[in-house]
């Protein structure tokens, strides 16, 4: 069988397995008692094990199966949870994601067979037979005569009113019933697949009208080692049992006729007949995967699943690009019926509903593409939890707004930016238990990572309660380093001396460690939140602790802009970014450290003329009021003089490629309605 047509979905599928685990192990260290969420686990690695084998990935089957083994003696209460089991399970979860890393490389899972893990494992194993060998003889009971009553689960199942119409027809018409019980050897490590050959063995001969456990649970493994149904046949019941024998790993198969309580069907009615789609009451009866025929009872009050589709991310971006190029289209026609004057209340009246149809189809791709960040933050408790032990220091994280959402090309990206501020806050944020202790503060350390949406950015905080930065630590390393000089140094608000740390390869860690000072600075934190529009900030109080503000856009496609000009050429600035507009006399204009400056309303902001940023001539003379847009970065303002305002329009982010990489102010270009290109100005780069 040729598996590589299913390789995306399993990699897809392993790698929210694998986070759940993750997650779900976590939970256990803190609740080793939690029920549901050792049930949780069982399956996660249950379903991994069996995708696994699925694929001829033996390397991750074998360890999966011995995770899976060490999950049910958990279950079964013959193994207790601690410490050293917790650390062995994660470093098999690290194990599987590096199985996972080489087959999405490779598709190939590579030649580490974990020997020392899975030895570690089968050490518990052993350990818990001898706590309770009792547990253990119960659990394989002698295998029973196959004439024993016992073995005859199908007498267990309820049948229905309409159930039991369907097989007395089916009798009427000198068919046979039997029930038949299968056992699936214990060592079976597929059992949902031996399932479903048995299945189409027994349907070779003979009709399924009932199965229990339901098919559903069948296909997802929530049985046992058996399974029974109620089959319509004109075959001998020896042939049928015959025929699910022969399916390998499968113990034993025992039938019988099945007795039941007839009722009287009226020639001609039009009861279901047997062939024909029907209830039943033990649940769906087509087998695993083809669960078609349900219960309807149970259909009734059941929640509909399976409403998701996996699309590539690729495909997404084609259908935006195609939204981008329709919303091009629209301004185009816009722009053209202004300029011919087109007084015509039909055409002004479709173009106004194209308009309202290409807003409503950008918002509706644009929230196909937003995923919650949780995807993201979920493995950070347990990086958490690794930091704690290697860096000898109690902490806590707390995460609130994991739900939040942003384009799912901003969540791919911004995962390392945050572990590196997560990382920072372990290692140079919080203080040691006895510095702590001394400052009256509690011993277990505080990191939290709360994201919420604010007008059309989502922020992400990373803050924490340690030591804060010392400004003059930072300084005095600056002025070593040769970043600024003494002169400056001594010029500088804490606030610009703290924004130092932003600088190429700057660190005061005082010795390089794997944990975080490895030259690899705030610098790429800022660089890669830059890159994709965003920026970051960061407020700290000494002795009280540090918090990094991350703000990023919604969407990096398709904005609301401001259309401006200066000196006779188009600009575009992104609507998110501005405050207010104002109208300034030229008098109003002072200079503060040689730098213009305007006093609005109690504010005094630093203005910036982009006529002599863009190096274009003004169109307008000195002596004329100021036209002048304020825009924000965090907490800073400052105000872009333009010469005119054209007005508020959608525009499509068309890239300028790696060719233009050097002018930071200008963020990309875009094509207006007349076919004209205008540059879209930066307001972070610009502050």
């Known amino acids: 069988m040729d598996v590589n047509q299913y390789l995306e979905i399993f990699l897809d599928e392993t790698k929210e397995h694998l986070e759940n685990l993750n997650a779900q192990i976590l939970k256990l260290e803190q609740e080793p008692e939690d029920v549901d969420t050792i049930n949780e686990i069982f399956r996660a690695a249950h ?85 309770e060998p009792a547990a253990a003889k119960e659990a394989a009971p002698a295998a029973k005569p196959e004439n024993d009553e016992a073995n005859e689960k199908w007498k267990e199942i309820k049948l229905g009113d309409s159930e039991r119409t369907v097989l007395s027809t089916a009798k009427q018409k000198g068919k046979n019933i039997y029930g038949l019980t299968v056992y699936v050897q214990e060592s079976c490590l597929l059992k949902a697949a031996r399932a479903f050959l048995v299945y189409k063995a027994v349907e070779e001969k003979a009709e399924i009208m009932v199965c229990n456990p339901p098919a559903q649970d069948i296909e997802d493994e929530k049985f046992d080692l058996d399974f029974s149904l109620i089959v319509i046949s004109d075959c001998s019941l020896d042939d049928i049992l015959q025929s699910a024998k022969n399916v390998s790993e499968i113990e034993k198969v025992v039938g019988a006729v099945y007795e039941f309580e007839e009722v009287a069907v009226a020639e001609g009615s039009t009861a279901v007949q047997p062939g024909e789609t029907k209830t039943e009451t033990a649940g769906a009866a087509q087998g695993p995967n083809t669960a078609a025929k349900t219960n309807d009872k149970k259909a ?39 300029a011919e004057g087109v007084v015509n209340a039909g055409v002004n009246e479709q173009i106004e509903y194209l308009e309202s149809v290409t807003t409503n189809l950008h918002e509706s791709v644009m929230k196909v593409r937003m995923v919650p960040i ?51 806050a372990a290692d140079h944020g919080l203080e040691s238990a006895e510095l702590r202790a001394q400052r009256g503060k509690p011993e277990v350390g505080s990191i939290f990572l709360d994201a919420y949406q604010d007008g059309n950015n989502v922020v992400i905080e990373v803050r924490d309660d340690g030591n804060g930065i010392d400004a003059e630590n930072v300084k005095k390393k600056a002025i070593e380093r040769g970043v600024i000089t003494p002169e400056q140094g001594e010029s500088m608000s804490e606030k610009d001396i703290i924004n130092l740390l932003f600088h190429a390869g700057f660190s005061t860690a005082k010795q390089i460690s794997d944990i975080s000072g490895r030259g690899v600075g ?166």
Not at 101 to 107: H, M
Not at 375 to 384: A, D, E, G, T
Not at 385 to 398: I, V
């Open 522 to 687: 705030l610098d790429v934190v800022k660089s890669k939140i830059e890159s994709l529009s965003g920026e970051v900030e960061v407020k700290s109080v000494l002795g009280e602790g540090s918090t990094w503000i991350i703000r990023l856009p919604l969407t990096l496609a398709i904005i609301q802009a401001l259309m401006v000009t200066v000196g006779g050429e188009k600009y575009a600035i992104s609507l998110g970014s501005i405050q207010t507009i104002e109208d300034i006399r030229p008098d109003e204009i002072k200079f503060v450290q040689n730098r213009e400056v305007i006093n609005l309303r109690g504010s005094v902001i630093p203005i910036i003329r982009l006529s002599n940023e863009l190096d274009i001539e003004s169109s307008k003379s000195p002596d004329e009021n100021l036209v002048v847009v304020i825009v924000k970065k965090g907490e800073k303002l400052a105000g872009l003089v333009v010469d005119e305002l054209i007005g508020q329009q959608e525009i499509v982010i068309k890239s300028l490629g790696k060719y233009i990489t050097k002018c930071k102010i200008i963020s990309g270009a875009t094509i207006l309605g007349d076919g004209e290109v205008a540059l879209i100005l930066d307001a972070n780069a610009l502050i």
């Open 374 to 424: 949780e995807s993201v933050v979920s493995k950070f408790p347990r990086m958490i939890r690794d930091l704690s032990k290697k860096l000898n220091k109690k902490m806590e994280l707390y995460m609130s707004g994991e739900e939040t959402e942003l384009d799912r090309t901003v969540v791919d990206e911004i995962g390392d930016p945050l572990m590196h501020l997560l990382r920072n």
């Open 47 to 131: 379903s991994l094990k069996g995708m696994a084998g699925t694929m001829g990935y033996k390397r991750m089957q074998a360890l999966t199966h011995d995770m899976e083994n060490v999950f049910s003696e958990i279950r079964n209460g013959t193994m207790k949870v601690n410490s050293n089991l917790i650390d062995t399970l994660f470093q098999c979860l690290d194990a599987l994601e590096e199985y996972n890393n080489n087959i999405q490389e490779t598709a190939d899972e590579g030649t580490n067979d974990n020997q020392q893990l899975i030895a570690q494992l089968n050490e518990f194993l052993k350990s818990a037979g001898k706590e």
């Open 300 to 338: 009734a009050g059941k929640p509909v699943v399976n409403r998701t589709v996996r699309v590539d991310i690729e495909k997404l971006d084609v259908l935006m690009n195609l939204v981008s190029e329709l919303i091009i289209a629209k301004n185009s026609l816009v722009s053209a019926s202004a």
